[in-house]
């Protein structure tokens, strides 16, 4: 009877209920020095808190155990059981980072490289390695280069210095778990679109040019909002860095017009024919245009009207002569 009740005790002490395991983990792991140590109180406060460690380290079956297996997120968000959110995973999947990775390349980013392991908070949370305001630090751990371009860009100082929620951030240009090839052509004629939901009265404007009319066509073979004002680079066009300050503009149309010369800068990318204090010549030439387009179309609406009338009164005349 003795050796029942030992086993009993001893069964439910190495093979806790999912309702105990949790406790049961936070005998070692929640000690400091241990690794990996989890902080109870910073844990059960993020997005799975609530739930057994046993629902992700599924591998675990009682303690003291041996290696755990890396836990792989998608077994529950990308089918979303559980209620997990499954649209982000489902991205991920068709993503650069996933496609690379799935090769065996251990540096590029998964789920936890992002969004870490235990401490996963809405990207709302300061607390998370997700919120706007970290996104390029976060990015930079792996594209240490470009994070040190973007933040001393426009978009940059913006976000990182003066704290300003419209300025973007990687995840809106780089399309956050998708992440498309940047060589792919979707990508680059739907960061024009991105541009625009910010710069809503360029991409207008834009859109009225020759560039403009064939990137809507579905070419990437003409110039768009990152071949002109640069990508992670992008200043203030009265910065002399900017690629298009004055000693910098002729050389970055000379990337697709290698024979232009400095007459070839004057062009107006973004010119509103309505705005007569900023473009007198365009606005005084399209309004000249448009009275002799109507004039045109008047005049000779008019010569065929009063045509057709004199005929048909001619003819009415003269089948009354008859």
């Known amino acids: 009877m003795k050796d029942l009740t030992l086993v009993f005790l001893l069964s439910c002490f190495l093979f806790a209920s999912p309702a105990a395991a949790k406790d049961s983990c936070y005998d070692c792991h929640g000690q400091k020095g241990m690794k990996p140590y989890v902080d109870k109180s910073a844990f059960e406060q993020s997005a799975h808190g609530h739930l057994a460690c046993t629902k992700c380290h599924f591998d675990v079956s009682g303690y ?120 792919s052509n979707a990508w680059q004629l739907a960061l024009i679109k991105q541009c625009g939901d910010c710069h809503s009265e360029e991409l207008k404007t834009y859109r009225k040019t020759y560039h403009g009319k064939v990137t809507k066509l579905g070419y990437v073979t003409v110039a768009k909002c990152s071949d002109c004002h640069g990508a992670h680079d992008i200043l203030m066009l009265n910065d002399p860095d900017s690629t298009l300050s004055r000693k910098n503009i002729l050389k970055t149309c000379q990337k697709c017009h290698p024979a232009a010369t400095p007459g070839f800068t004057k062009f107006y990318a973004h010119a509103e024919e309505k705005d007569r204090a900023k473009y007198p010549v365009l606005y005084y030439t399209f309004l000249f245009m448009t009275v002799l387009l109507l004039g045109t179309f008047a005049f000779f609406f008019t010569h065929t009207f009063l045509w057709a009338y004199r005929s048909l009164k001619e003819r009415m005349n003269k089948k009354g002569g008859e």
């Open 64 to 183: 003291p155990h041996g290696k755990v297996s890396k836990v792989n997120c998608g077994a529950c968000h990308f089918i979303g059981t559980e209620g997990a959110p499954k649209e982000q995973a489902q991205q991920y999947k068709l993503s650069v980072h996933n496609r690379v990775t799935a090769v065996g390349n251990a540096t590029l980013p998964t789920c936890q490289t992002c969004h870490g392991s235990h401490y996963i908070y809405p990207s709302a949370d300061t607390r998370s390695s997700t919120n706007r305001q970290k996104i390029p630090t976060l990015c930079s751990q792996c594209h240490p280069r470009e994070f040190e371009v973007y933040k001393n860009s426009i978009h940059g100082k913006q976000l990182l210095e003066d704290n300003n929620p419209a300025a973007p951030t990687c995840f809106q240009c780089h399309m956050e778990h998708l992440t498309p090839p940047t060589a």
